[in-house]
């Protein structure tokens, strides 16, 4: 059974106290061979999709979506949705106008980003979907294995804004969303002074999406290679019921790390730039993980790294 680290509250994660983030040994071993030949092929047959508009957060979203495809072995779909100018009640020929000047736009901003895929991934199946609006999405959504956002700013306020294209998204989309992190505003990472190798860390609050998020957490580390941190906050009842989950489990390397302290706070001093965190979302709209006050919209707003939220 894999040790359980037992933190303090956030506060006392002092970057002079390594104990408490300092990783464990084992997680220094490699993944056997043949663990990492049979994870190549788990992934799902289905593709990566990406929003993008153009935006320094987008850019960034579809390098990331082209690194995801290109690990998952399956295709990227560019998608970008038309913004229509507003025009002033002039009749039908202005409407008509704008919308011709949106679509137009809207088809050179998505070639660019497909021809900026070919060139840095040349063997990746990549094609572009211009919609007018998101409901026009449903038969893309269907064959998605992951969407991936950007997100502006280091309070994330790019994604799942009330009426924002990536909350119009995420409705229409049932697969697990990435929302990657804003390189222009990415602080220094939390364990400077005891540096580590990157983590898929998992965030288990509510028992009842533990399973679920570890399995989806589990996939991405066995897919990147990478050891796999389990987050738990608040009350210790959830510590039993990983252990359970994890007991069996001999695809990756994996510790428990637990703070009595608030998730959000505790996470956003435990996780580096290039960590990928992945937690629960609520809902089949999931609206209620987005909205500013919840512990999912804390998590968005604080985290310095990928943040991938799956459904529960």
Known sequence: MCPVHRAGPPEAWA??????IKEDKMLLHDISPQV???????AERRDVVVGYDGDWGSRRALKQAAREADLRGVGLVVVTI????????????AWAHAERDAADHASEVNDAARRRVRDA???LPVEGVVASCANDLAPVAAHAGLLVLGRSGASGQGAFRMGSTSGDLVKIFSCPVLVCRDERSTRPTSSKLTPRHPQVVAAVQVTGEIPTVLRHAVREAATRAMPLCVFSSGRRQSNPIVEGEMGREKSVHWRLV?????AAEGLSRYADADDLLVLGNRGRERLAGHVRGSSTRAVLDRMPCDVMLVPV
């Open 15 to 20: 970057e002079e106290d390594p104990h408490h």
């Open 36 to 42: 990492q030949q049979a994870r190549a092929v788990l």
């Open 82 to 93: 038309m913004a229509t100018t507003p025009v002033e009640r002039t009749g039908y020929a």
């Open 121 to 123: 991934w040349p063997g």
């Open 258 to 262: 637990w703070t009595s302290g608030e």
